[in-house]
């Protein structure tokens, strides 16, 4: 399972992300998850909504860039929040398809930040000798 960490000193008004996975899949699982937490306590959620999302992309960086947007997409159109993802990513040509768990954000919703969207501000993925590595800013 990969892990993230919140980079306090990358931006100020924003969320800076540094994600690792062993792999592509576990580590557009971790964005999916760390996502989420950024935006509530996913333990106040209530798992009851499954969603099945495929998606295409020119290049890998904008598949995870993608990947994130629509995310915040469910969030903003339906007020789900996914905390569980079981990603399957094929990088060439970059396509993801994912198995959502999540629900739907209530009363008893503990909520963080209300993330608007995915920047470009020193947005990074790369294979490294450990798995993947992604940096991340989102726009809060």
Not at 36 to 46: E, K, N, S
Not at 67 to 72: A, D, G, Q, R
């Amino acid at each position: 399972m990969g892990t993230w960490n919140v980079l306090e000193a990358i931006a100020v008004a924003d969320c800076a992300l540094e994600i690792h996975g062993a792999d592509l899949d576990d580590l557009f699982a971790t964005a999916a998850r760390a996502l989420a937490d950024t935006m509530v306590d996913p333990a106040t959620v209530l798992p009851d909504v499954h969603r099945t999302v495929s998606l295409e992309a020119r290049e890998l960086g904008l598949l995870l860039y993608d990947w994130l947007s629509e995310l915040i997409f469910l969030k903003d159109s339906e007020r789900l929040i996914f905390s569980d993802a079981t990603v399957t990513v094929q990088p060439a040509p970059p396509t993801l398809t994912a198995r959502l768990t999540g629900g739907h954000i209530d009363p008893h919703t503990v909520r963080r930040a209300d993330a608007k969207a995915v920047t470009l501000h020193q947005f990074t993925l790369e294979r490294r000798a450990a798995g993947w590595y992604a940096r991340i800013v989102i726009d809060i």
